[in-house]
């Protein structure tokens, strides 16, 4: 039984809540680095904050940028060129782009060409610059090396076409299923998408379910799904073969992002699912598939693998003279998608700091020694990154670059102590820091015994560096997922948990906030996961007028009748191909004909939903109003609630009934509507064109039981359909009206 979590808003401060550390003297950490490269030109001044590439650092990339930090905002006036000079010990003198970042304090200068290939590059920026307080910035000299290698033509490494199989998995290799089409109308799967299936349903929970379910093997494809909690598809998408997608999600700005093989990128769709942006690294740097987190500035965090020769034998003995060994990069983007952070593993951890993992062999002529796959901006500012090879969480200053510190009980440099933890964690992913401070992250658990995966939750004490569990989560029975997987901690407390590359069901499990499970997900054998995730959601391709309908109905065996408006809220055509709802005692119908139906941008269209009780009692449903093509499904729903209302239908006097009628119809010029009330009371008569405008009211007071007449005015009327609807205690009657020329 896992115990209950408390809402990430109810915990206030107390002792333990992570706060941000002193960070080490900056000029101490440069100074640092310096000593372990040897000396460069001259050494970097305080009045720096964080320079990129750093002094004395090797293996930079010929298409680096640099980056000049300084604790003060700038005199944007005082920022000059001609002060400025990096040459190249081979390549000479560099031109290139000198700016100002956003932040008034970032001094970034683009060269126009690369740098030669393992040369020495001076840099030099000559005093003057001031800030607005009017203080003038010393002189600034170091020295980097460039890589003897060109990442833009390396090999992308195996771990950016997909995340590394464990090694401890042998169902990795299991051939991929074959999966049949579908394609009947209103089918709620798109030909040859896999039926995913919505289980254990015991509480509905706020938003739906983002996946992107890949198949292994040969027949590798990417599926994007959007399901509600009813286990109905919203979205759904499908690209060509070896297009495996990785991390569905929201983003914080309300877009949706994923990374795709094949483009090599993370994607950006809007709520329409237009594709409107894009995000790669800067530098020559090939991007990494495991994180995009863009952040309320408008900026982007990203990552890099950056696959480097190295003479091994000059690391460890017996190692490979001529390895490749594969860093970590992590980049923050700004609003321009310039390189303004980057931080390399190369400045700061050990190759043989893998040693922690036991199949991570050293003497290998490859070696994947960091394998980072999260990067988390903390609530005070700093970065985060898992480090699924090192067992490690490590802190990273975002200012600096500095490490603050490195956690994990399984990791070779762990700073923590764990007071009720003695397993640690192995392999993890998707490391996030919560609003109240609390650590979360998913323990694939590689290479423990007994093997299986859990949900890790933790107060960190950064002070004393101690690391205290408050939660986890071990599914009954066990599942193991030994590669991807993710923790998502939502406002109430609730926690959506992806268990990755299992090869057993559940894909997913929905926990509320009491550990109790709300819904889980399962896939056919053969289909993985990367991270799984609830969101609030609607898209706003096709808008509705209302979410929710409440229909009643006289008694059973008649009906209630309600009018939707549809309309296309996007700048392209589309066609409303479908009308499905999940119980048959309701039925929709376009007004104006059968489906499909063609919408231009803002055109609109009314849908009749019809609720005919087949027993006594309240009924929950849902319409879906859907556009599907071959390769795309988009869906919006609306809730529908049924009941029977007894006073409406109430007749006063036997036999008698709402009725309603018109004549003539068709008509040229107008018709008369006749309409009998069973009873007094409120009434409301209009008339609507196709579009679901309302052309005329002519009833909206109350009337007396019995029969009345109302004329409607066709003259100056286009001819084509029209529908009246009265609508008299909750009952309506909707009927249509043609309008000749």
């Known amino acids: 039984m896992s115990p209950t979590r408390t809402a990430p808003q109810d915990v206030g401060p107390r002792k333990g809540a992570v706060v941000r550390s002193s960070p080490p003297s900056i000029s101490f950490a440069i100074l640092a680095l310096i000593a372990s490269f040897g000396p460069p030109a001259a050494a970097a001044p305080r009045a720096f904050l964080y320079l990129s590439p750093v002094p004395g650092a090797d293996k930079v990339s010929r298409w680096n940028n640099l980056v000049i930090r300084q604790a003060s905002a700038l005199d944007p006036a005082s920022l000059d060129a001609r002060r400025l000079s990096v040459v190249g010990g081979e390549s000479g003198p560099h031109a290139g782009r000198l700016r100002l970042a956003s932040d008034g304090q970032t001094i970034l200068f683009t060269p126009d060409q690369p740098y030669a290939l393992g040369e ?61 089409d579908s394609g009947e109308p209103c089918d709620t ?66 877009r949706l992002s994923f990374w795709m093989n094949g483009a090599f990128k993370f994607l950006v769709l809007d709520s329409a699912y237009a594709r409107v942006d894009s995000f790669t690294t800067g530098n020559g740097y090939s991007p990494d598939l495991h994180d995009l987190q863009i952040l309320p500035n408008g900026h982007a965090l990203i990552m890099s693998y950056d696959p480097e020769p190295v003479g091994m034998d000059t690391v460890v003995s017996g190692g490979n003279p001529n390895c490749i060994v594969i860093g970590l990069i992590v980049q923050e983007l700004d609003e321009n998608k310039d390189v303004v952070f980057q931080w390399r593993s190369w400045d700061h951890f050990k190759i043989t700091d893998a040693r922690s ?26 970065l985060l990154i898992s480090s699924r090879h090192l067992n490690e969480l490590t802190k990273i ?29 192995s392999h993890q992913h998707d490391a996030r820091v919560q609003p109240n401070g609390h650590l ?11 093997r299986y995966s859990r949900a890790l939750e933790f107060v960190v004490d950064e002070q004393n560096f101690v690391a205290t569990k408050v939660w986890e989560y071990r599914h009954v029975p066990d599942v193991y997922g030994g590669f991807m997987g993710n923790v998502q901690v939502h406002p109430d407390g609730g926690v959506t948990i992806g268990w990755g590359g299992t090869f057993s069901n559940p894909q997913m499990t929905d926990l509320l906030a009491d550990g109790t499970i709300a819904a889980e997900l399962q896939f056919p054998s053969g289909l993985v996961n990367y991270r799984a995730f609830r969101f ?49 005692t309701f039925s929709a119908t ?17 849908v009749q939903v019809t609720y005919s009780p087949v027993e006594g009692g309240a009924v929950d449903s849902r319409l879906y109003v859907v556009q599907q093509s071959s390769s795309e499904m988009v869906a919006q729903s609306v809730v529908l ?30 018709t008369t509507i006749e309409f009998t009330l069973p009873s007094a009371g409120p009434v409301q008569l209009d008339v609507f064109d196709v579009g679901g405008r309302t052309v005329a009211t002519l009833v909206d007071e109350t009337r007396a039981a019995g029969r009345h007449t109302v004329r409607w005015s066709a003259v100056g009327r286009r001819s084509g359909l029209y529908i009246y609807r009265l609508r008299v205690a909750g009952q309506s009657i909707v009927r249509k009206l043609v309008v000749l020329g």
């Open 440 to 450: 979360t992250l998913f323990d694939n658990g590689n290479n423990l015994s007994p």
């Open 120 to 180: 020495r590059v001076r840099v030099r920026l000559a005093a003057g610059t001031r800030t607005l307080a009017g203080t003038t910035l010393p002189e600034l000299a170091y020295e980097f090396r460039v890589s003897t290698v060109d990442p833009r033509l390396m090999p992308r490494p195996a771990s950016e076409r997909m995340p590394d199989p464990p090694a401890d998995n042998p169902s990795w290799l299991r051939p991929g299923v074959a999966i049949q």
């Open 397 to 425: 200053d975002r200012q600096s670059g500095a490490v603050l510190w490195r956690m994990g009980l399984n990791a070779l440099n762990n700073m923590f102590k764990f007071p009720n933890e003695t397993r640690g964690w």
């Open 189 to 254: 799967l798109l030909p040859g998408f896999p039926a995913l299936h919505l289980v254990n349903v015991s509480n509905s929970q706020p938003g739906v379910f983002f996946i992107a379910p890949w198949v292994l093997g040969p027949s590798n494809r990417a599926d994007f799904e959007i399901m509600d909690d009813r286990g109905q598809p919203l979205y759904e998408a499908s690209y060509d073969a070896n297009s495996i997608p990785f991390d569905f999600k929201v983003q914080p700005d309300g």
């Open 641 to 670: 609630h049924g009941h029977i209302d007894s006073n409406v239908g109430v007749d006063p006097a036997p036999g008698l009934l709402l009725t309603a009628k018109a004549g003539p119809n068709p008509l040229h010029e107008g």
């Open 536 to 584: 609030p959601w609607r898209t706003n391709r096709i808008l509705t007028d209302r979410q929710s309908m409440d229909i009643g109905a006289p008694a059973v065996g008649s009906s209630g009748v309600m009018l939707l408006k549809v309309w296309n809220h996007w700048n392209q055509t589309i066609s409303i191909d479908c009308l499905r709802t999940t119980d048959s």
């Open 590 to 606: 376009l007004v104006s004909g059968p489906l499909p139906v063609t919408l231009a941008p803002d055109e609109t269209t009314l």
């Open 357 to 382: 993992s036991p199949d991570i062999n050293l003497l290998a002529s490859g070696i994947d020694y960091v394998h980072g796959n999260s990067v988390e901006m903390m609530p005070d500012g700093n």
